[in-house]
C-alpha cells in the first residue's frame, strides 16, 4: 500500500506570493494533521482535519489555511509569504483522531 | 510555539553502546510518542506511551512515561550504525495524536 504522499517535493517561492501544498493520505486514513518543521526544530502543528472538519489548529497567523476533500485528501494554503514559512512541511495521516499518525516525506518551501 | 526540552541535544557514541536521551515539559500529557527521522524523510513512529509510569520497548528500544505525565525517557541498547538520526519526543494532552507537540530534537551519531 502506497504512503501518504506530498506534492511538490520542492518549491521556491518569493515574499507576498501564495503557495498550495498537497497531501494525499494512506487509503482507509479520513484525518490529516499538518506541521511545519523549520530547520533544526521539531515539527510544530498548525491544523488537523477529520472527516473534512478542521478538528484542531496550532498557533499559526490567519495566513495559513487549509481544508480537506470528500476524497480525504488536503490541501495547506500560505498567503503572503514570509522568509520565516521557509520550513519542511510535513503532512500526516491517520485512521481517525486518535490513532496513529503516519507521516509523508514533506515538502521543502523555500521563500527568498 | 511551544516545544518541549529534550536532550541532550546531540551525541556521538561508539557501536554496541547504549543511549539514553530524555525529555521534559512544562504541562502533563496523556500521550508520549517517540518518534526517529532520517534526513529527507518524515518522521517514523517508535515507540507510543499512553499511561503514566508505563514501560514498553519496541526492540532495542525502551521508552518510559514519567510518572508526573511531565517527561519521557527513550534508551536504545546496544546501538547500531543504523540508529543514526534525529530522535524527537511528542506529547499530545488527549489520549490520541490531537494537538501533538514535539521535542527539539536529540541527533545521534554511532561511531563503527
Known amino acids: 500500500d502506497a504512503g501518504v504522499t506530498q506534492s511538490p517535493t520542492h518549491l521556491i517561492k518569493t515574499r507576498g506570493q501564495h503557495v498550495t501544498l498537497r497531501c494525499s493520505p494512506i487509503?482507509?486514513?479520513?484525518?490529516v494533521s499538518w506541521y511545519q518543521q523549520v530547520l533544526g526544530q521539531g515539527p510544530q502543528f498548525i491544523f488537523q482535519?477529520?472527516?473534512?472538519?478542521?478538528?484542531g489548529r496550532g498557533n499559526f497567523p490567519d495566513r495559513f489555511s487549509a481544508r480537506q476533500f470528500p476524497n480525504y485528501s488536503s490541501e495547506l494554503n500560505v498567503n503572503a509569504l514570509l522568509l520565516g514559512d521557509s520550513a519542511l512541511y510535513l503532512c500526516a495521516s491517520s485512521l481517525g483522531l486518535a490513532e496513529t499518525q503516519y507521516f509523508g516525506p514533506g515538502t521543502r518551501l523555500l521563500v527568498l | 510555539g511551544q516545544q518541549l526540552n529534550q536532550s541532550p541535544q546531540s551525541m556521538f557514541i561508539q557501536e554496541g553502546e547504549d543511549v539514553s536521551m530524555n525529555c521534559t515539559s512544562s504541562?502533563?500529557?496523556?500521550?508520549w510518542l517517540w518518534y526517529k527521522q532520517d534526513p529527507g524523510e518524515g518522521p517514523v513512529l517508535l515507540i507510543a506511551?499512553?499511561?503514566?509510569?508505563e514501560l514498553t520497548s519496541n526492540g532495542r528500544l525502551t521508552a518510559q512515561f514519567g510518572i508526573t505525565r511531565k517527561d519521557s525517557f527513550l534508551n536504545i541498547s546496544a546501538s547500531i550504525p543504523s540508529d543514526v538520526g534525529i530522535y524527537f519526543c511528542?506529547?499530545?494532552?488527549?489520549?490520541?495524536?490531537?494537538?501533538?507537540?514535539f521535542g527539539t530534537g536529540t541527533k545521534l551519531q554511532v561511531i563503527p
Open positions: 511528542a506529547g499530545a494532552p488527549s489520549g490520541g495524536y490531537q494537538k501533538v507537540t
Open positions: 487509503s482507509g486514513h479520513k484525518s
Open positions: 506511551l499512553y499511561k503514566a509510569g
Open positions: 504541562s502533563i500529557f496523556n500521550t
Open positions: 482535519y477529520y472527516e473534512k472538519e478542521e478538528r
